[in-house]
Structure formats: C-alpha cells, structure tokens
C-alpha cells in the first residue's frame, strides 16, 4: 500500500470535482471575470475551484495547510459575483457521488472560508498543500490550455501531484479523441494519466519519450510573452540544433505534456529579474515530470525549493526535460546566457 494513497485518491476526487466546475463555466459563455491588484485577470471558475478543493481537503485533512493562488477579498465585495459563484459550487457538487469522502460546501460563507484557508504563507512545514484552481487563467478565457493543480508538500518535497487539464486531447495524434485528462503522481511511484470521464482505477502508467538527440526534440513555452522570454527561448533552442516551432500552451498542460511524451522540453527563462514564480506554477509539474523519467531545475542546475515560502525565491527559470537530455539542455541555456 502506498504512503500517498489516500492523499492522492482525494486530490483526484477534488481535481476532478474542480474541473466540472470549469466546465459548466466553459459552456455557459458567462465567465465572469475581474482583475486582480495585479492587472491578472480571475474568474468565477478559478474562486469556485479554489472553494471545491479546499472544502474537500478540510473534510478530510482538516489540519493541514494550503497555498493556494485566489483569496476572497475582491467576492467578498462584489455579491454578484459572490452569488455566481455560490450557485456554481453546489451545481459542480451535485454532479457526482463523491459526497461520502470529500463532502460539499454547506453554505455561501463557507465558500469565502474555504477560499481563504488557502491564504498560508508556506515554508519549512511537515505538510501543506499548494493549490492553483485555474492555472493558465488566460488560456481558460481564450478556450486554450488551463490545468487545476494541486500537490502535497512533506517537508519541502512534492510527493503527491495532481493536475487536471479539462481542455487536453485524450490522444494528442486524434482530434475526435475528446479532450480532458487528469495526471497524477506520488514521489517513487511513476506518474499515471486518465481520461477525466473514466474511473479513477483506470489510470495508466505514462513515461517521457527516450530522445538522445536533442536537436530532434520538441519543446513547448508559455503562449504569453510576458511570463517567458520567447527570445531566449528560440535561442537555446537553436543552440541545440531543433527547427521544430516551439508548441506554445499556457498552464502546466505544458507539464503534462511532456510527462506523456507528446513534446520533451519545457522552456521558462524569465523576463523579469524581480519575478518570484510561485510554488503553485510549478509543484505538481515538477512532480509528474520527475516520476514520468524527467527533470526538472531552474536555468542554473538547481533543485526548485518548494521551502521558501509562497513563492521559488531561490530559483530562476525552469527547464524541464527528460534525464538523459536535461544536462543538455541546461548547458545551452548556460550557453545562451553568457552570450547575452
Ligand atoms: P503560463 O500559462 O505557463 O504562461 O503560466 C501561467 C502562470 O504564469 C500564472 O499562473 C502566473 O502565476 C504566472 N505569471 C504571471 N506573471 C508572470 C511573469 N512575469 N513571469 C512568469 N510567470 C508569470
Ligand atoms: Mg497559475
């Protein structure tokens, strides 16, 4: 029996839980979305999965702690908006048969509750969890890529990552696949995929291709210029030889990508030198691509250090790769660097 079983078995029941909700806000075109202090935009479906999954964990882990991204300060002002989302977490809870392990949100405050709960700072703790409810938020309005994320931290190791990508086609190669797929992984484990319409048993094992070359490789970025330097990015890649265009997604599909073996770079070279990436980007990513045969460090060499707080403060940039290109990569990224 594993260490994680049952943590993981959660985390999937409230993954899964959190992108039903998305998916009734996809369909509804009434999306609902605000901006943030800073200028980022938030929507019903990112407050509502944040309120599903943190319900689910304080049903059963109701100690532990949780950083998640949203905090309720701009619904608690807006009723409207504290309505629509209100209506969207009991319509996402009365989907499915959950209510025996994970509960429901019993009421409106509770919803601000829940979404506060996640407000912890992090750091050097036994255990916590790190949440992002809509990663890739622009992506979510724009009907592209967008990953409900959620991993368990144990003393400043991620051992548990789940990550839903409601809009990812089930077979990549085959567009009438239908999309929606949920990952997971528990540290020592491997990693595991599953259609999100098919039961949680039946997940199977997923591996990161076996590429000695890199100049064959395919790499993916962010669609946003702003969170990665597109310039740099095309010149390590250059440095190594590929010609493929990058394959560009926003959230951490771009994790779950490479996991399963549909591209085999990950590429996010800052543009800023004062951004701090936050523990929730990247925890359950750097998990599921560790455990599917890759490696994940920031642009120095060095291990992302999930200790520091709500955010990587020690680390800059992530490249992400299988073992056996990963040194590669980093050296053309070292390459690049100096150049510049
Ligand atoms: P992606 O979809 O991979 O571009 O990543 C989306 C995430 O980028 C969001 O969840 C934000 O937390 C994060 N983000 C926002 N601003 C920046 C920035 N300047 N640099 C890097 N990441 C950022
Ligand atoms: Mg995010």
């Not at 990953?147 to 990508?165: E, H, Q, R």
């Not at 259609?195 to 590429?211: C, T």
């Not at 996991?259 to 523990?279: C, F, M, N, Q």
Request: aromatic share 6%; net charge negative; proline share 4%.
């Amino acid at each position: 029996m594993s260490l994680y079983a049952h943590e993981r078995r959660i985390a999937e029941l409230a993954v899964e839980r959190a992108c039903k909700l998305t998916s009734i806000v996809s369909g509804s075109q009434q999306k609902d979305s605000v901006s943030k202090s800073d200028h980022s935009p938030v929507t019903v479906a990112d407050f509502g999965a944040q309120a599903v999954i943190i319900g689910a964990l304080q049903t059963v882990f109701p100690e532990d702690p949780v950083v998640g991204e949203e905090d309720s300060s701009i619904l608690r002002k807006d009723d409207g908006l504290r309505d629509h989302v209100w209506r969207l977490v009991q319509e996402a809870s009365g989907f499915d048969t959950y209510q025996t392990e994970i509960g429901q949100v019993e009421s409106e405050k509770k919803v601000l509750d829940y979404i506060d709960w996640g407000r912890f700072e992090g750091g050097k703790v036994k255990r916590m969890w790190a949440l992002d409810p809509v990663d890739g938020t622009k992506g979510f309005l724009r009907g592209g890529q967008f990953a409900v994320c959620l991993a368990l931290i144990v003393d400043s190791k991620v051992v548990v990552g789940v990550i839903g990508c409601p809009n990812l086609l089930v077979d990549p190669a085959d567009e009438s696949s239908g999309s929606g797929m949920i990952f997971s992984a528990v540290i020592g484990e491997g990693a595991f995929s599953r259609p999100l319409a098919s039961p949680i048993d039946s997940a199977v094992p997923i591996s990161m291709r076996s590429l000695t070359d890199p100049s064959t490789a395919s790499f993916c970025e962010s669609v946003e210029a702003g969170h990665s330097s597109h310039g740099q990015q095309a010149k390590i890649a250059q440095s190594l030889g590929i010609t493929k265009p990058s394959v560009r997604m926003d959230s951490q599909a771009k994790y779950a990508s490479i996991a399963r073996g549909d591209g085999d770079i990950y590429l996010r070279l800052p543009v800023s030198a004062t951004y701090e990436e936050k523990i929730w980007d990247h925890a359950s990513g750097n998990l599921l691509v560790a455990e599917a045969g890759g490696m994940v460090t920031d642009m120095y060499g060095n291990p992302l250090d999930f200790s520091q707080g709500r955010t990587l403060k020690k680390n800059k940039g992530i490249v992400a790769a299988s073992k056996v290109i990963q040194p590669k990569v980093l050296e053309a990224v070292q390459k690049v660097l100096h150049e510049s």
